[in-house]
């Protein structure tokens, strides 16, 4: 069993910066492929970064890339999302998420994740 916590979330201005981070429990990281979701008030969870077991292969949407970072520190089995330049458009609520084995169809698909963690919010005011 997999246990995944969330942290970092907040209330910040357009243009400001925060790091989300995903900490894992009962398993390493590095067994899994990962992935970072959001979801916003009425709409779909959306794709937005993803990372391979092996932390050498990651993964963008088109609204975060140039702006999103994906990383993992293995040793404290921590997985971030470094996240500059927030838009309004970025207000949701962020979710981490594992992938045990090979993906079906891909890495963006939210139904493919096997474990994911409680959400943090992330609100960007204008």
């Known amino acids: 069993q997999v246990q995944l916590v969330e942290s970092g979330g907040g209330l910040v201005q357009a243009g400001d910066s925060l790091r989300l981070s995903c900490a894992a429990s009962?398993?390493?990281?590095?067994?899994?492929?990962m992935g970072w979701f959001r979801q916003a008030p009425g709409k779909e969870r959306e794709f937005v970064a993803a990372m391979d077991y092996s932390g050498r292969k990651t993964y963008y949407a088109d609204s975060a890339k140039g702006r999103f970072t994906c990383s993992g520190d293995i040793d404290k089995n921590i997985l971030h999302l470094q996240m500059t330049g927030l838009k309004p458009e970025d207000t949701a609520v962020y979710y981490c998420?594992?992938?045990?084995?090979?993906?079906?169809?891909?890495?963006?698909?939210?139904?493919?994740?096997?474990?994911w963690g409680q959400g943090t919010q992330v609100t960007v005011s204008s």
């Open positions: 998420a594992l992938r045990t084995g090979f993906f079906i169809v891909g890495y963006y698909k939210a139904d493919e994740y096997d474990y």
């Open positions: 009962g398993r390493a990281l590095s067994e899994f492929h």
